[in-house]
């Protein structure tokens, strides 16, 4: 077992949420980095955990090999205890959020009480928040929360002294099982991919110098790669491999049925891409290949159903599938192997997902094409809408296909 980080006296990080990307990724860069991370988190069994510790487990697995790390020096503060969180904000060297998107407005109180703290203490120093949420406008939204919680007065610093950064998640971190969690709270399994891109752009002030840390300008064009090529994929190998009965993501796309058609959606999203952005066609193939490796790792034991959950979010006009059809439209490609994933989303179901027993419930009231209309504005008279429908009639049917 490896130990990064060594006690001392260290510049603080904050991150918002000790989960899978919190502890799987951004503990280890900042620690890495001589800084002390203090997580935020509402999991009171963990936060005391890591606090008794001052240290936790990260399991790096890879294809080839599974090493284990201590990541310290680290703290955490009940993200329910405003008061205590606002001052660790005060005195941060940099502020990075992993909460999930849903809960961007649950963070931006205690974010925007610990900047008062800190400019009435006169803290000249500007503030960096790195948001590492998989939303496209998440720094935007965390902003205007930011600013609605702040007094009208004070509102104008934020844009000259706060940098609200957005960030490129591509390391796979499951979920931990209640077997590994019950085993070790604190333990996080994650690959070892170590890149985190950001925008060069928006940071406030100097760039903080952080491992795997890479920040890249204009940055839309590496937003838009992990968004339509990254996260359509892994969301098709959720729903298609639900449908197929499948409950890892490497077993979907170990099935060549699934494998052919997120293929094809990848192929489709490329050309887009390629497009939009002038991305070099070979590299960007490189890229996937090296991706669909990735998923291929069995010791991730990455399921379907963190791949799949949460379908009406990522049904939404502008997210991995439905905006990658659109790209790929605008383009003159025709979304044959998207509109399977799609169609695929629209049949998920899991009793444990909240946002897809939704969802069925609002199929079956009111039919797939109208769902697809109010959640993804695709009508079902168009071209996108034709094939997505044909695709869910004959998913539903179980049709030889």
């Given at each position: 077992?490896?130990?990064?980080?060594?006690?001392?006296?260290?510049?603080?990080?904050?991150?918002?949420?000790?989960?899978?990307?919190?502890?799987?990724?951004?503990?280890?860069?900042?620690?890495?980095?001589?800084?002390?991370?203090?997580?935020?988190?509402?999991?009171?069994?963990?936060?005391?955990?890591?606090?008794?510790?001052?240290?936790?487990?990260?399991?790096?697995?890879?294809?080839?090999?599974?090493?284990?790390?201590?990541?310290?020096?680290?703290?955490?503060?009940?993200?329910?205890?405003?008061?205590?969180?606002?001052?660790?904000?005060?005195?941060?060297?940099?502020?990075?959020?992993?909460?999930?998107?849903?809960?961007?407005?649950?963070i931006a109180r205690p974010i925007a009480q610990g900047l008062l703290l800190r400019w009435?203490?006169?803290?000249?120093?500007?503030?960096?928040?790195?948001?590492?949420?998989?939303?496209?406008?998440?720094?935007?939204?965390?902003?205007?929360?930011?600013?609605?919680?702040?007094?009208?007065?004070?509102?104008?610093?934020?844009?000259?002294?706060?940098?609200?950064?957005?960030?490129?998640?591509?390391?796979?971190?499951?979920?931990?099982?209640?077997?590994?969690?019950?085993?070790?709270?604190?333990?996080?399994?994650?690959?070892?991919?170590?890149?985190?891109?950001?925008?060069?752009?928006?940071?406030?002030?100097?760039?903080?110098?952080?491992?795997?840390?890479?920040?890249?300008?204009?940055?839309?064009?590496?937003?838009?790669?992990?968004?339509?090529?990254?996260?359509?994929?892994?969301?098709?190998?959720?729903?298609?491999?639900?449908?197929?009965?499948?409950?890892?993501?490497?077993?979907?796309?170990?099935?060549?049925?699934?494998?052919?058609?997120?293929?094809?959606?990848?192929?489709?999203?490329?050309?887009?891409?390629?497009?939009?952005?002038?991305?070099?066609?070979?590299?960007?193939?490189?890229?996937?290949?090296?991706?669909?490796?990735?998923?291929?790792?069995?010791?991730?034991?990455?399921?379907?159903?963190?791949?799949?959950?949460?379908?009406?979010?990522?049904?939404?006009?502008?997210?991995?599938?439905?905006?990658?059809?659109?790209?790929?439209?605008?383009?003159?490609?025709?979304?044959?192997?998207?509109?399977?994933?799609?169609?695929?989303?629209?049949?998920?179901?899991?009793?444990?997902?909240?946002?897809?027993?939704?969802?069925?419930?609002?199929?079956?009231?009111?039919?797939?094409?109208?769902?697809?209309?109010?959640?993804?504005?695709?009508?079902?008279?168009?071209?996108?809408?034709?094939?997505?429908?044909?695709?869910?009639?004959?998913?539903?049917?179980?049709?030889?296909?």
């Open positions: 077992m490896t130990v990064s980080g060594k006690v001392s006296e260290r510049p603080t990080a904050v991150v918002f949420g000790a989960g899978s990307v919190g502890r799987g990724f951004l503990g280890q860069l900042f620690t890495e980095s001589g800084y002390q991370v203090v997580f935020v988190d509402v999991d009171a069994a963990l936060v005391a955990a890591l606090t008794s510790r001052a240290a936790y487990t990260l399991r790096l697995s890879g294809i080839d090999k599974t090493e284990d790390l201590v990541i310290a020096p680290v703290r955490a503060v009940d993200g329910r205890e405003t008061a205590a969180v606002a001052r660790e904000v005060a005195h941060a060297a940099l502020v990075a959020t992993a909460v999930g998107a849903r809960a961007l407005p649950a009435q203490a006169s803290h000249a120093q500007s503030l960096n928040i790195i948001v590492c949420e998989n939303l496209h406008d998440a720094p935007e939204q965390l902003s205007g929360f930011v600013v609605d919680a702040l007094p009208q007065a004070e509102r104008m610093q934020l844009t000259s002294r706060v940098g609200f950064v957005p960030a490129v998640i591509a390391r796979m971190a499951p979920v931990p099982t209640p077997e590994q969690r019950a085993a070790d709270i604190t333990l996080v399994v994650a690959e070892p991919y170590k890149v985190l891109p950001v925008s060069r752009d928006a940071f406030v002030g100097e760039v903080p110098d952080v491992a795997g840390l890479f920040p890249v300008a204009p940055f839309e064009a590496y937003t838009a790669r992990k968004l339509f090529i990254h996260n359509a994929a892994h969301a098709m190998l959720g729903y298609l491999g639900a449908y197929r009965g499948h409950r890892y993501g490497y077993e979907a796309l170990d099935d060549a049925w699934v494998h052919r058609r997120v293929g094809q959606a990848l192929k489709e999203s490329s050309r887009a891409l390629v497009s939009a952005f002038g991305f070099e066609p070979v590299a960007l193939q490189e890229h996937i290949d090296y991706l669909l490796l990735r998923f291929s790792n069995r010791a991730l034991g990455d399921p379907v159903s963190r791949l799949a959950r949460d379908p009406l979010r990522k049904l939404a006009p502008n997210d991995r599938l439905v905006g990658a059809a659109r790209l790929a439209e605008r383009y003159g490609v025709e979304s044959q192997g998207l509109a399977w994933g799609i169609a695929g989303a629209l049949t998920y179901s899991d009793p444990e997902d909240p946002h897809a027993v939704a969802m069925q419930a609002r199929v079956q009231a009111e039919g797939a094409a109208r769902v697809l209309s109010e959640v993804s504005g695709i009508s079902a008279g168009e071209d996108l809408g034709k094939l997505v429908l044909a695709h869910y009639e004959a998913l539903v049917s179980d049709r030889d296909f």
